[in-house]
């Protein structure tokens, strides 16, 4: 039997329950997940998916970034070599005062110098040939038919980013050939884009003229044919854009993809017959200057990053806020970036399973651009003493901090029950309405302490913490209309101080003390009820009963939700806003008059409008940070406290979720290049899947008792059967 023993033990060697290829685990490489399917684009004109950044920001490099460890968030350069302060122009020309006022400025320069010696990651669009010119450039159908990726490609090539490249990706901006999101917005404010825009349009046509529509061949559309006014290269290291008017927040865009360079040799190399058939174009295979290049790509399954073998000098960041080094933030201060070598994203369709399996330390970080994880992992291990023992002692690590983000309830100003009202009588009472519902609206317990699995912190306006002007946290920065002051801690008001409110209004117990009839208001709810889903309308039901008030729930889906909120038909609505830049502009204009969403089309969907809000707005956009922003914001956040268009309702909590062998891992809601900052202990890895997954071995050994019992038991019943056929069946012979 010693044959089975050998068997059992080979099985129990074999033994290992890891989704990846056994020894992976020794390598330096962060294993990561994704949900769903294969991002869409990873083109940085047409990037804008939140499931895109995680390889288009660790490919591509803007002109600027965000500081790693620093809040508030604070620009830092990039491609540039600093972040430049624009100079101003008047109508005619000529040059103004830093410190002109902004209805004087006519035009914004920023000649933004770059770094040089910056290189390409290694590509075949740079290939060349003996004579210099590109090897790759005239091919024709046959010779791409069976090329899936670059790398299918023998040969590849490097050149140093310049001035001409950045402008090229903006002039990218006006193609119809993809999507452009940003292109509207950047053409409201570079100037000549909009132009620039309708040009390229026709140059397409004629480019196109006479060929197949339906064809996936497209020639190439060379940007650098047609000059763009805005955007110019002074020299092969500077470039210069202009700006409409003075716009402080443009730097922001700087540090999007959008602003990363885009060599032409990678559209004419892509625009060649048979490539946009075999997946071959900048929305599937980047060419970047990056920590990283894209080095696998199966769809729907699998995506590779590997160390570009070009990427410049890089040190790991040296400042940071109060605790990051007490965290360990800054024990690689000054080490040249990346510090992983492979980056491995896997689909994991379910998240039970994604959650067993980064519990089991076969996952790294769930995801790298999502930090609601970490919020669901802390949610779990205070539901269960076990789950937070788990945790706990294995070491992973759940920073947390809060997401720059903010949800509300908001009220329709033009309704005539909860709005603003037609009369100085109906101001007041409608305001007091408001009032009254905003105390008894208790974010802290609703999403503190019920709703663990979306908890944030209850704002007391529309700015979340990590921004310039925002006092979100600060004693100084409470809502006096719905929390007060006792013994130099915030607490909410009274639900008694909401009912005297409520009397105020015209609404005694919840009922019209003109008609005595209840009060019942409209919430338009934008998804289907869902028993998760179901149980925070019954909690938010639960509040406006305390007022004696019947909220009617008027769940609807998005296309009927965006009817309603076009036409003005909404009563109350539930809203949120996530920051595009860590800007309060970002914020307030939501509340600004001229973007209401039943009257303009924009994104005030409470259709609020104040003049004077909306004078301190103007006059702020113009502003850089500083005092006098400062007291223009706190004057707005005290506007519409008093005002209560939205029930200020929560900024949600950001946290992320590391394994305890994943080093430098801090949540970063508008970095999002944060992988070259991670390090990964492949060694500690290694051990702790070892010891957290090691095979459970007497069901092995019983099922191989059982199973030796069972080939004895037969042998002996052959032999036995052996036996009798050769005992004689006569008498002697």
């Known amino acids: 039997m010693r044959w089975l023993g050998a068997v059992l033990l080979v099985l129990l060697a074999g033994c290992d329950n890891s989704p990846h290829p056994r020894g992976s685990e020794r390598g330096n490489t962060l294993f990561v997940a994704f949900q769903e399917r294969s991002p869409r684009y990873f083109d940085p004109t047409a990037s804008y998916a939140n499931n895109e950044t995680p390889v288009v920001y660790q490919v591509y490099e803007p002109l600027y970034g965000y500081h790693y460890l620093k809040r508030p968030y604070t620009l830092v350069p990039r491609l540039a070599e ?58 024709s159908e046959a010779d791409t038919r069976d090329k899936r990726s670059p790398f299918d490609f023998a040969h590849s090539g490097t050149r140093e980013v310049e001035a001409e490249d950045f402008v090229y990706a903006f002039k990218r901006h006006s193609t119809p050939r993809i999507q452009a999101p940003l292109f509207g917005i950047f ?3 570079v100037v000549g884009l909009q132009a620039y825009g309708e040009r390229i349009r026709l140059e397409d046509a004629r480019l196109r003229a006479g060929l197949d529509p339906a064809s996936l061949d497209k020639p190439f559309l060379d940007f650098r044919r047609w000059p763009l006014e805005g955007v110019q290269a002074l020299d092969r290291h500077t470039l210069r854009i202009r700006i409409k008017g003075k716009y402080p927040q443009w730097k922001y865009w700087l540090a999007m993809s959008f602003a990363a360079p885009v060599p032409w040799e990678a559209d004419q190399f892509y625009a060649q017959p048979g490539m946009a058939r075999n997946g071959l174009s900048l929305a599937r295979w980047p060419v970047g200057t990056g920590a990283y290049l894209l080095r696998e790509y199966e769809q729907d399954r699998r995506h590779v990053l590997v160390r570009n073998p070009l990427y410049r000098h890089d040190p790991y960041p040296c400042e940071g806020e109060a605790g990051d080094r007490e965290a360990g933030l800054l024990a690689d201060c000054g080490k040249p970036m990346p510090f992983i070598d492979r980056v491995e994203f896997n689909i994991e369709k379910e998240r039970v399973p994604l959650k067993s399996k980064f519990a089991q330390g076969y996952i790294d970080v769930p995801e790298v651009e999502r930090f609601d994880w970490g919020v669901e992992f802390l949610a779990d291990m205070n539901d269960a003493e076990a789950t937070r023992e788990r945790f706990t002692s294995r070491g992973f690590q759940f920073p947390r901090t809060t997401d720059l983000t903010t949800w509300y309830m908001g009220f329709n100003m033009l ?22 519902l905003s105390i008894a609206m208790d974010w802290e317990e609703g999403y503190g302490r019920v709703f663990l ?110 009817e309603k909120t076009h036409q003005g038909r909404h009563q109350l609505f539930f809203g949120g806003w996530v920051a595009d830049y860590p800007d309060a502009e970002n914020f307030l204009f939501l509340l600004y008059g001229p973007n209401a969403k039943s009257l303009h089309e924009g994104e005030n969907i409470a259709n609020y409008q104040n003049p004077a809000f909306d004078r301190r707005f103007r006059e702020m956009q113009l502003l850089d940070d500083g005092p006098a922003k400062q007291r223009l914001i706190d004057e707005m956040v005290s506007i519409v406290q008093a005002d209560a268009p939205w029930m200020f309702g929560y900024h949600p909590h950001a946290a992320g979720a590391y394994a305890p062998w994943v080093g430098n891992g801090k949540p970063s809601v508008m970095g999002r290049d944060m992988v070259r900052y991670h390090r990964v202990d492949a060694g500690q890895r290694t051990e702790r899947q070892d010891a957290w997954n090691r095979p459970i071995l007497w069901p092995m050994a019983l099922a191989g008792a059982a199973l030796a019992l069972a080939l004895w038991l037969a042998r002996r019943s052959w032999l036995r059967r052996e036996r009798q056929v050769a005992l004689p069946t006569g008498g002697r012979p």
Do not use: C
Not at 111 to 123: E, F, Q, S, T
Not at 417 to 430: C, K, L, M, S
């Open 82 to 139: 600093e972040v430049v302060a624009p100079h101003y122009r008047d109508a005619q020309g000529r040059d103004l005062p830093d410190d002109a006022p902004g209805d004087q400025v006519a035009e914004s320069v920023y000649d933004i110098p770059l770094k040089r010696g910056v290189m390409y990651a290694p590509h075949p669009a740079f290939a060349r040939d003996d004579a210099g010119g590109y090897r790759y450039h005239a091919l």
């Open 187 to 189: 053409a409201e404010h």
């Open 415 to 436: 309704d005539p029950v909860v709005g603003r009202g037609d009369t100085p009588d109906a101001q007041a009472r409608n305001r007091k309405l408001r009032q009254a």
């Open 453 to 562: 699995y979306k908890a944030g912190e209850a704002a007391h306006g529309p700015l979340p913490a990590g921004i310039f002007g925002s006092r979100h946290g600060t004693v100084a920065g409470h809502n006096p209309v719905t929390h007060q002051v006792v013994d130099g801690q915030v607490v909410r008001r009274s639900i008694e101080e909401a009912r005297r409110l409520m009397a105020e209004a015209g609404y005694p117990g919840g009922r019209d003390a003109r008609s005595g009839r209840p009060l019942v208001l409209n919430y338009d709810f934008q998804r289907a009820p869902t028993p998760e889903i179901k149980a925070e309308l019954d909690w938010t039901a639960k509040q406006f009963a305390k007022l004696g008030v019947q909220l009617e729930i008027r769940a609807t889906d998005f296309n009927q939700y965006q």
